[in-house]
């Protein structure tokens, strides 16, 4: 006597034990970096549309460069890139331990510009904190009544997080406040 033939093929198989794979979630936002600016824990978040990399380096990957405002730390290469390495704690005067650290976390970020295409930065942060998916509704205007450590031109919104302002940075205003003055 010959075994019953079974029925189901090996995606029926497959759809039963893995439903989840069949009857995916839609997931609705945008997805964002967040990354930990400062010593106090002052959170930013930046889209991911612009980053290109996250990476540790350690401090010899920085090449320092003479007459340079404390923002800048010097000149990084990624990727066939050279770019600059740009303290966002020292560009809006947080405080920071950037220069005891043996390795920094860095987030290569996509400038977009107008005229001469993009540029890259390396932005030089204590911690990178991971990625959330944020919809259009969650991210509100910022509240005049919650200090901001960051210049409010340079951001887009906030999101309430557990009870803390996490700062959704607007990139083409980052992109000029890292521009020098005339």
């Keep these: 006597m010959q075994p019953a033939l079974s029925t189901t093929n090996s995606r029926d198989r497959l759809q039963a034990l893995l439903p989840q794979l069949f009857d995916p979630q ?100 204590p911690k990178i904190r991971g990625t959330l998916r944020v919809s259009s509704t969650d991210l509100g205007a910022i509240d005049p009544a919650i200090a901001c450590p960051i210049p409010r031109d340079q951001l887009q919104g906030m999101i309430s997080q557990d009870d803390q302002p996490l700062w959704v940075i607007d990139i083409h205003q980052l992109r000029q406040g890292l521009e020098p003055s005339p």
């Design 26 to 125: 839609v997931l609705v936002g945008d997805r964002f970096l967040r990354l930990q600016v400062d010593r106090a824990g002052t959170t930013i978040a930046i889209t991911l549309e612009y980053i290109e990399e996250t990476k540790t380096l350690t401090g010899d990957q920085i090449t320092p460069m003479p007459n340079l405002p404390p923002h800048l730390l010097g000149l990084i290469a990624s990727k066939g890139q050279v770019f600059w390495a740009v303290s966002l704690a020292h560009l809006w005067n947080l405080e920071s331990d950037w220069q005891n650290r043996q390795q920094y976390e860095v987030a290569v970020v996509r400038l977009p510009g107008e005229t001469e295409g993009e540029n890259w930065v390396g932005l030089i942060i």
